[in-house]
């Protein structure tokens, strides 16, 4: 009987007691033993176990279990010892537990202990495919205390899996070529526990042919043995079987074919074709319509399979080759795929490759060029463009490719690049014995202007030069009217005096092809500004919008550039507009615009600059206004236009046109002006005049009435005596200011009699005046006063 303590406290004494003690009784020191389900087999016994299917397990032995495995129930033998618990390491778990991706169950209580087989390591990769994948061995550690001797233990044993499908497949080429190499693997679906430091499973490799004999030699395998590396023999014996046997439960176990501790997966594998040689032209002309291949060995018993990448091509197989019709233009890769039953194919390509030739297939791209420009050149036909194209450029020049064949470039022209012929060459760089041509001019520099005049006096007719740079051929152009003529950078000019335009240099090709510059340098003529010396200017309406022409007498004709019109004071202008033919200026006046004197401010305007101002004065409405006079005795409302040269009369009584059409207005029955009381005057040169007054808003004091003291505090102003004889008093208390006139006005509007008035008393003495009622107005310092007047013979 083999006695193990471990975990012994004490010394060399200690070791002597003990060792006593196990001779004297050796029964009642032996470790625990485990009882294994029935369905679990013991492998190796371990420290007094038996094996078998449902064996006695003891310390370090091992236990196969079925992958998967529900759980059993495990009992241990205490044998006068008291166990402290269960404890699980690796893949297994106390039972039950559902959760196949959680945490096992690691521990338990008591003499016995339901353990199951519990894959914990899956790959989040692979849960949602197999989550049986991981799975690995596990360990059993059971403490214990020696109720004999005071001291505590452990046994432990291993539990290997014996796994059930799905198992993983070998991962390998099916077929092989001789003397090539080839690499078989299978997942590592038993080395997933390296953290618990509970051991690995073995991996077990046998490849056969189809005798049954083993390949020993040039096998090679991985660290871990879970792939294997196999070169194939210079004559092939095919099928051959690959097998591998993992989660063996002891060193010899895999050694043994059918071992049943053991699991194992096979592959079978054949033999491939050898490659064989196409046979096809090697440079195609872009003229070809069709072309041939063969394959060399062809072997009647394989299947041969044509395909390109050029969807054009039309493939028609035959015993020995191929035809390829309908090729188009470009090359292509021909893909040929031999095949033997079921085993791996291979593949064999040729590349068809495509020579240009003239004239089918030409260079496009702009023949007119400047220096440090970038420009666009392809090949043509677009089809061709397919072809790998290289490029001969004249020295310097670059480019850039704006495809993976070359065949479409932009090519730079270096500064400084004199103006004159250069040639691109093209050819397809697998067959260069085709070479296309193309002509490049480059066009000569943009000319700069260096001097001549842009601004002239309108009229002038003497002679200008204008230049630029540099040197060279150019062509000119000038404006209408004008002469002159060069063909160099310097050209002599008359203006012709009334027509501006543009002068134009454009470099002309050296080379004589019309490769002109792109650009021209530009002079833009105009003409300067002329001072305006008079104008004549149309009628302005008062107290309506209005329009009126105004008329610059020396404006330039044909007429160039524009008016600017401004007013002073400038409430008088709503906007104008200048016609640009002639020069005439249309006026919108505002109909708000205060019955004043104006001053308009009126200038000439070009490209070259503003001229000077002319100020032409305004007299607006001639100081008139429309008078809404009370007349205290009766209901009679008087009112006074007062417009000198009035030709015509239209009244509106709150906006109603009255059929009055006399110079004055009278109201009479009824004692409620209208609320606005207008008349529109036509004066004889066709001007409007409006003239508005609010009903209850007199624009006329009223004076004392029929009576001699008509005075007011404020204003002192008197007429005295009321009624007269035409002969009265009018009296000014007040200092003048400005000036004082009156008025006497006939019911008719007419005015009898008018003067001048002066601070102090003033006699009036008109005898003519007939009998009748008349208005008197008097005005100081532009305040106006009314007083209906009485006149008695």
């Known amino acids: 009987m083999k006695y193990i303590i471990t975990n012994r406290k004490g010394g060399f004494l200690g070791f002597l007691f003990t060792g006593v003690m196990l001779i004297i009784s050796g029964e009642l020191l032996a470790q625990p033993t485990v009882n294994v389900p029935a369905v679990c087999n013991v492998v190796v016994a371990g420290v007094g176990g038996t094996t078998g299917f449902g064996g006695v397990v003891g310390n370090g032995g091992i236990v196969t279990m079925p992958d998967p495995y529900i759980g059993g129930t495990f009992t241990i033998n205490p044998n006068g010892n008291t166990t402290n618990g269960w404890y699980l390491l690796g893949d297994l778990s106390i039972a039950p537990n559902v959760n196949p991706y959680g945490d096992p169950i690691v521990s338990a209580i008591g003499g016995s202990a339901d353990i199951m087989s519990y894959n914990k390591d899956v790959r989040q ?189 039309l493939i028609t197989p035959n015993a020995g080759g191929a035809t390829v019709s309908g090729i188009g233009y470009n090359g292509g890769i021909l893909s040929l ?47 061709v463009q397919g072809n790998q194209t290289c490029w001969n450029l004249p020295a310097g020049w670059t480019a850039n490719a704006l495809n993976n064949t070359e065949s479409n470039l932009d090519i730079t022209i270096p500064n400084g690049t004199p103006g004159g012929v250069y040639t691109l060459e093209a050819y397809s760089c697998e067959c260069p014995s085709d070479t296309i041509q193309f002509t490049v001019r480059v066009r000569p520099d943009d000319p700069t202007i260096v001097a001549g005049s842009t601004c002239i006096n309108h009229g002038a007719t003497g002679n200008l030069t204008y230049t630029v740079s540099p040197p060279g051929n150019y062509q000119w152009t000038l404006p209408p009217g004008w002469t002159g003529s060069s063909s160099t950078e310097t050209i002599v000019v008359t203006p012709s005096g009334v027509t501006i335009g543009a002068i134009t240099a454009t470099g002309v090709d050296t080379s004589g092809m019309g490769c002109n510059s792109v650009n021209s340098a530009i002079w833009n003529i105009n003409f300067n500004p002329v001072d305006p010396d008079t104008a004549t200017v149309g009628c302005f309406n008062v107290g309506i919008d209005g329009t009126t022409s105004v008329v610059i007498n020396n404006a330039p004709s ?18 104008y507009s200048v016609n640009p033919s002639t020069g005439q200026i249309t006026l919108n006046t505002s109909g708000a615009a205060s019955s004043t004197n104006y001053t308009l401010h009126i200038a000439h305007q070009t490209p070259c600059g503003t001229s000077s101002t002319l100020n ?50 009278s109201l009479y029955g009824t004692s409620t002006p209208p609320d606005s009381v207008c008349v529109r005057v036509m004066d004889t040169n066709g001007c409007t005049t409006n003239l508005c007054t609010g009903g209850g808003s007199y624009s006329a004091m009223i004076l004392g009435g029929n009576n001699d003291i008509g005075i007011t505090s404020n204003d002192k102003i008197r007429l005295y005596p009321n009624p007269n004889s035409g002969q009265f008093s009018i009296e000014i208390g007040k200092r003048i200011e400005q000036s004082a006139d009156f008025q006497i006005i006939d019911m008719k509007g007419a005015v009898v009699a008018q003067g001048s008035l002066k601070q102090g008393t003033n006699q009036i003495s008109e005898k003519r005046i007939q009998e009748g009622t008349y208005v008197i107005l008097i005005t100081v310092d532009n305040r106006t006063y009314a007083e209906k007047v009485q006149v008695l013979k």
């Open 337 to 383: 795929e031999v095949k033997n039953g079921g085993c791996s194919s291979v593949t064999v390509t040729d590349t068809i490759r495509r020579s240009f030739s003239t004239p089918l297939v030409s260079i496009v791209g702009d023949t007119c060029v400047n220096d440090s420009t970038t420009h666009n050149y392809q090949i043509y036909p677009v089809g």
């Open 558 to 575: 044909p007429f160039t550039g524009t008016y600017t019109v401004s007013s002073t004071p400038s409430d008088l202008l709503l906007s």
């Open 125 to 313: 990769s692979e849960q949602s495919v197999n989550p049986n994948l991981a799975r690995s061995i596990g360990q059993v550690r059971i403490p214990y205390d020696d109720t004999l001797n005071g001291c505590s233990n452990s046994i432990y044993f291993k539990v290997y899996k014996v796994y059930s499908n799905p198992i993983p497949n070998i991962v390998g080429p099916d077929c092989w070529l001789t003397d090539s190499t080839y690499t078989y693997s299978v997942d590592q679906i038993a080395s997933d526990n390296l953290p618990d430091g509970i051991g690995l499973d073995s991996y077990y490799w046998t490849i056969t042919d189809s005798n049954g004999d083993t390949i020993v030699n040039q096998v090679y395998t991985s660290a871990d043995k879970s792939s294997v590396t196999i070169v194939a023999p210079g004559t092939l014996n095919a099928p051959y079987t690959i097998q591998c046997c993992f989660g063996r439960a002891n060193p010899w176990d895999g050694d043994v074919s059918g071992a049943m501790h053991t699991t194992c997966i096979t592959t079978v594998v054949g033999a491939s074709p050898s490659p064989p040689v196409l046979s096809s032209p090697g440079c195609l002309d872009v003229t070809a319509t069709s072309f041939a291949v063969g394959v060399t060995p062809y072997v009647p018993g394989y299947t041969y399979e044509w395909s390109s990448n050029n969807p054009q091509w």
């Open 616 to 665: 032409v004065p305004v007299s607006l409405g001639s100081g008139s206004s429309l008078l809404l006079v009370p007349l205290p005795s009766s209901d009679l409302y008087y009112i006074n236009p007062a417009v000198p040269g009035a030709s015509s009369y239209t009244w509106f009584l709150d906006g109603v046109q009255n059929a009055n059409t006399a110079p004055t207005l």
